[in-house]
């Protein structure tokens, strides 16, 4: 059972999608939902089928007292580093909120901490609060929209399918082809080879 709020009102819960991607951005959301909001299938993003998102995702955002979302993109995530690029997704994602949090639920055990306001990292958080919960369900979404967007522009990698992760389907297509403007250029794209052509 998902807790609803950790141990302040309005408290905002971030969550990110698409770090462990050769391709795309990372998409972090942040969410404050109501104290009273109630919802039986909200539940961390992984555990949900793919429609069952696409369900909760317009419940969110019509129920949510604020919310925003933020793409941070492949040239930046290879000039500053996944792990920033995905403190930056997520401080951007706050930025965008009309309704500032008061406190902010981060999923996972590492943050850099936001201007002016507290944070708690909650490892597996979004398993434990509705707030994070929320924010991995949009997050997630939101990628996967944007991924199945630039499918169609190159779609013998599968994204709408893979949605940028290192399936074997994906590396064959990396083989066969070579990278695109979306790949990750500082990732390990194939795993045999020490250096890549680009």
């Not at 961390?44 to 007292?65: G, M, T, Y």
């Not at 599968?158 to 990278?179: D, F, M, Q, S, V």
Request: proline share 5%; net charge positive.
């Amino acid at each position: 059972m998902l807790k609803t709020l950790y141990k302040y009102p309005n408290e905002a819960g971030t969550d990110e999608a698409g770090r462990g991607c050769l391709a795309g951005p990372v998409t972090a959301a942040a969410i404050i939902l109501p104290d009273d909001f109630k919802n039986t299938l909200l539940n961390d993003s992984k555990q949900l089928s793919e429609a069952k998102r696409d369900i909760l995702r317009p419940i969110l955002e019509k129920e949510a007292v604020s919310f925003s979302v933020c793409h941070v993109f492949q040239d930046e995530i290879d000039e500053i580093n996944i792990l920033n690029a995905s403190f930056l997704a997520m401080h951007r994602a706050l930025d965008g909120m009309r309704h500032k949090p008061d406190f902010i639920l981060v999923d996972g055990n590492r943050f850099k901490p936001y201007p002016s306001i507290s944070h708690e990292c909650i490892i597996k958080g979004d398993g434990k609060f509705m707030s994070i919960a929320a924010a991995s369900v949009l997050a997630k979404t939101y990628r996967d929209a944007y991924m199945a967007s630039i499918h169609e522009e190159f779609p013998m990698y599968n994204w709408k399918k893979n949605k940028g992760y290192p399936t074997k389907e994906h590396r064959e297509a990396i083989k066969k082809y070579g990278l695109t403007k979306y790949h990750r250029k500082s990732f390990r794209q194939l795993p045999e080879q020490l250096t890549l052509d680009i």
